[in-house]
């Protein structure tokens, strides 16, 4: 028996696994893991190896059970804890990502407009700090924003504040420590649509009328906007699951989703409740990508 | 279209008679001694121009002559270095774009690509904050002018080039500007859309009123659409005229080679007489009296040029005092149907191309190669270049 009888039949067969191997990827390094989450926040924990209560038990007729329990996922809902976590890691995740709009736009644009060869010396040196370890340059701001640090010594000396504030271990140490590091992955597909806009239409809105503002508003902002968007999720999805930064950086009341889930993972040993954490941010992640698709699809209808 | 059919066509005439030949008539648009410099150039040197109203003007230029510099600062895009730009009597030289009475169609059309037709046309309307209703009739009213009236949905990508050019017209249109800057409106579109379209530009050109300036590279363009043409080089005009006088009266070798082909003798001022110059051609040694409005000094080096259309070919010799004759074999000969371009080496040695209508219904050429021939022309044909 031979399936590659003839050339259409192999070249259908090389096509389609072409394509099967992103989703194979897909299934066996996303799906699979996330099933087994999953599963996991089904469970009841114990103090075992693995510390989870298994999927299927044996009835006392004999027959196999399902064992699954929502427990995990109520009390998710009941614990007031979860909740104000889930939502400050949103409000955290939303502002550091407005800010790294309002900082990331004008820089891109400025980008942009650079002639050559000063454009590409520009766009490397936004992503001239990807060459150091993550974790090394948020120590180095550890360092900047402690009472001795340089930011507080700069203001001191030029006299704006006589004596040091607390910014370590505060959100706004928070805010700046996930703004510059997430702060490339909007410049970038910013910069991209951007650099892409023709000039001439900025023109033709102002030769019809269009003040500066008006032209920025109606042709620029719209044109934009798949860049806005990608840049927005590109900050805000690693944003809201963001551990390192608060735990190292933030306070003890910056509790994030992120490291609630460390907690209870590490902490408690509480497996399933921890899956449960992490399926429900899965959730919440999956929603403005959603969205995204919804209106990358818009403009090609 | 060929270069000897677009001279017998009447010259179009959008505008009423020739105001720039009436002492009585204050221009539209005045240019007064404008430059612009940028740090390593000069784009645009010292330029003064007169427009009047209703005209079609064409600014001609190679690439880099400075002409779309000279409309980015008519548009305001640009500000000029120095100088004035007055349009009906207002000097708009520090006026914002937003702010000007002028609209502009661009090369590339910069039709909004995120809004349809229809929110194109409306876009300086909305801008001028005009009543929704009234801005809705204006819209169907340009929409039908261009003939896009079922397109009004649509979006640009779903349209033609010559469709998303006449969505960019409706919408320069759209504001009623006094004048309408035009930057090579046909250069995107396939030869046959750019003979239609030019025609449908003369035609609204004529039913608006609206005085045009266009911007073009190619000579065709302009000299069938403008009612006047000024030939630009190196960001200064050489010549301004209609395109019978830059065609037919070119000033010099450059303006003469830009409109079509013309052949070119070296030739020295011998004489002057009563608005004519005698010279003697260097190669034949030929002696022409040439029609020139103002003299020369004996002695200058000058050329002689004479279209190829201009040239007369026979087996015989014509006969006629007002002939200059010279004598040759036919080298090569290209057979258009309408028409068949010689090149014929005359007995000095040099290649004189002629054009000539094919006015025999035959299937025979009437000539074949190496046929020795006669070429003339008709004195008052040769035109004396400057340079």
Redo the contacts between chains.
């Keep these: 028996m031979s399936i590659i009888a003839n050339p259409g039949n192999r070249d259908r067969l090389w096509r389609s696994s072409v394509i099967a191997l992103p989703y194979l990827w897909l299934g066996l390094f996303f799906l699979a893991p996330f099933a087994i989450v999953f599963k996991i926040s089904l469970a009841e924990p114990l103090i075992a190896q693995p510390p989870f209560s298994p999927l299927w038990g044996i009835a006392e007729d004999g027959t196999r059970k399902l064992l699954a329990t929502l427990d995990n996922y109520l009390f998710l809902l009941e614990d007031k804890l979860y909740w104000v976590s889930y939502l400050k890691s949103i409000k955290i995740a939303l502002i550091s990502t407005l800010l790294c709009l309002l900082l990331g736009f004008p820089m891109a644009y400025a980008i942009a407009r650079t002639p050559q060869p000063w454009r590409n010396l520009l766009l490397l040196l936004v992503i001239l700090p990807f060459w150091t370890s993550f974790l090394l340059r948020v120590y180095a701001w550890i360092i900047m924003l402690g009472k001795e640090g340089l930011i507080n010594n700069g203001l001191l000396g030029i006299g704006i504040i006589n004596e040091p504030i607390s910014l370590l271990y505060t959100d706004v140490a928070v805010y700046i420590g996930i703004v510059y590091t997430y702060l490339p992955f909007m410049i970038l597909p910013l910069y991209t649509t951007l650099e892409k806009l023709?000039l001439?239409?900025h023109?033709?809105?102002?030769?019809?009328?269009?003040?500066p503002l008006?032209v920025f508003r109606?042709?620029t902002l719209?044109?934009a906007m798949p860049g806005i968007i990608a840049g927005s999720l590109l900050v805000f999805i690693p944003a809201l699951g963001e551990f390192v930064i608060p735990a190292l950086l933030g306070g003890l009341d910056s509790l994030m989703i992120g490291r609630t889930l460390y907690d209870e993972f590490f902490m408690n040993r509480d497996w399933p409740l921890a899956s449960a954490v992490a399926t429900i941010l899965l959730f919440i992640l999956i929603l403005p990508i959603m969205l995204f698709q919804r209106l990358q699809q818009e403009?090609q209808q | 279209m060929t270069d000897t059919d677009k001279n017998n066509e009447p010259i179009s005439q959008s505008c009423q008679g020739t105001p720039w030949k009436d002492e009585t008539q204050t221009p539209f648009i005045k240019i007064i001694e404008v430059s612009k410099r940028f740090e390593d150039a000069t784009a645009v040197d010292n330029v003064s121009l007169d427009i009047y109203r209703g005209e079609l003007f064409t600014i001609l230029g190679g690439s880099g002559c400075g002409k779309s510099t000279l409309l980015r600062m008519l548009?305001?895009?640009e500000p000029p270095t120095s100088g004035r730009i007055f349009i009906d009597d207002v000097d708009i030289t520090d006026m914002?774009?937003?702010?000007r009475p002028?609209?502009?169609m661009?090369?590339?059309y910069?039709v909004?690509?995120?809004m349809s037709v229809a929110q194109n046309i409306a876009?300086?309307l909305k801008?001028?904050k005009l009543a929704k209703a009234e801005i809705k009739e204006r819209v169907e009213e340009m929409l039908e002018l261009v003939q896009l009236t079922d397109f009004a949905k649509r979006k640009p990508d779903q349209l033609s080039g010559g469709q998303r050019q006449r969505v960019a017209l409706a919408?320069?249109l759209a504001?009623r500007p006094k004048v309408l800057l035009l930057d090579e409106p046909l250069a995107a579109l396939d030869k046959k859309l750019r003979e239609q379209t030019q025609f449908e530009l003369m035609n609204l050109q004529d039913r608006l009123g609206t005085t045009f300036v266009v911007v073009t590279h190619d000579q065709e363009e302009a000299m069938t659409l403008a009612t006047r043409i000024a030939v630009m080089k190196e960001g200064s005009f050489i010549q301004t005229g209609t395109p019978g006088e830059v065609y037919e009266f070119p000033c010099n070798h450059y303006v003469a080679d830009f409109f079509g082909n013309i052949n070119v003798f070296d030739a020295t001022v011998i004489g002057n007489g009563e608005g004519t110059v005698e010279v003697e051609l260097d190669t034949s040694g030929t002696r022409i009296i040439a029609p020139h409005h103002e003299a020369i000094s004996e002695g200058s080096r000058i050329q002689i040029g004479v279209r190829p259309e201009k040239l007369l070919i026979s087996t015989e010799a014509p006969t006629g005092e007002q002939y200059t004759i010279t004598r040759g074999v036919v080298e090569d000969l290209a057979y258009y149907g309408n028409r068949c371009v010689y090149r014929v080496r005359s007995h000095t040695g040099r290649i004189i191309q002629v054009s000539a209508q094919n006015y025999q219904r035959s299937a025979e050429l009437l000539l074949e190669w190496d046929d020795e021939v006669y070429l003339s022309w008709d004195t008052q044909c040769s035109v004396v270049l400057s340079e």
């Excluded at chain 2, 914002?96 to 702010?99: K, S, V």
């Design positions: 023709d001439d239409l023109d033709a809105a102002a030769d019809l009328g269009g003040k008006h109606d042709i719209p044109m403009p | 548009a305001g895009f914002p774009p937003y702010e002028i609209n502009m661009f090369q590339s910069a909004f690509p995120h876009y300086g801008k001028e919408r320069a504001k």
